[in-house]
């Protein structure tokens, strides 16, 4: 991906108060470092507060946009950091949720981890979907028609699009890679 990295340009949505740090702290340098473009949104221009375990503050990240500044269709991939505050804020938002539904409608990937999928539920973007998750949101991706499983990280690409899911910190490793397969494909 190294070689055609800076070509690549992704999205990740967030508040401003909640975010669990590594979610959007680790996938930043992560991607940035193989040349991808990750423009943060957030709610306003104001730092994104992340937090440690929903509760104790993180490392401070500048949004670059707000999610009414977003024009969508510029991106490849969507990311949706988890955070119990920072998820359960999101998916309230309808700028948040029309970034959503536009990427899923166009089949560009969405990457989402932890409590991030909640935004996913509330655009109805998980029917017939499988996914994992945050343990604590199976019963809601099951209500809105997904098959919640308890795995590292999952992939499906079904309904014309992929969706990229895995259940706390401690699956980035294999969540970035499944991230970094979607933009290399």
Not at 11 to 31: F, K, M, R, S
Request: net charge negative.
């Amino acid at each position: 991906m190294s070689d055609n990295g800076s070509k690549r340009k992704v999205l990740a949505i967030v508040t401003n108060y909640g975010v669990e740090q590594d979610e959007l702290v680790v996938p930043l340098g992560h991607l940035r470092e193989r040349g991808v473009q990750v423009d943060v949104a957030a709610l306003k221009k104001d730092d994104v507060e992340t937090l440690v375990g929903d509760k104790d503050p993180g490392t401070p990240v500048r949004p670059d946009l707000t999610l009414e500044e977003v024009d969508p269709a510029g991106y490849d991939l969507l990311l949706v950091p988890g955070g119990t505050l920072n998820a359960d804020t999101l998916r309230l938002q309808g700028p948040a949720c029309d970034i959503v539904r536009s990427f899923t409608s166009s089949g560009r990937p969405v990457a989402a981890i932890c409590h991030g999928p909640w935004v996913l539920v509330e655009t109805g973007s998980v029917s017939g979907k499988r996914l994992t998750s945050y343990a604590s949101l199976q019963t809601d991706v099951r209500n809105a028609g997904g098959d919640w499983v308890d795995e590292p990280v999952v992939t499906d690409e079904s309904g014309g699009w992929n969706l990229i899911t895995s259940r706390n910190p401690g699956d980035l490793d294999p969540f970035l890679e499944a991230v970094d397969a979607a933009l290399s494909g």
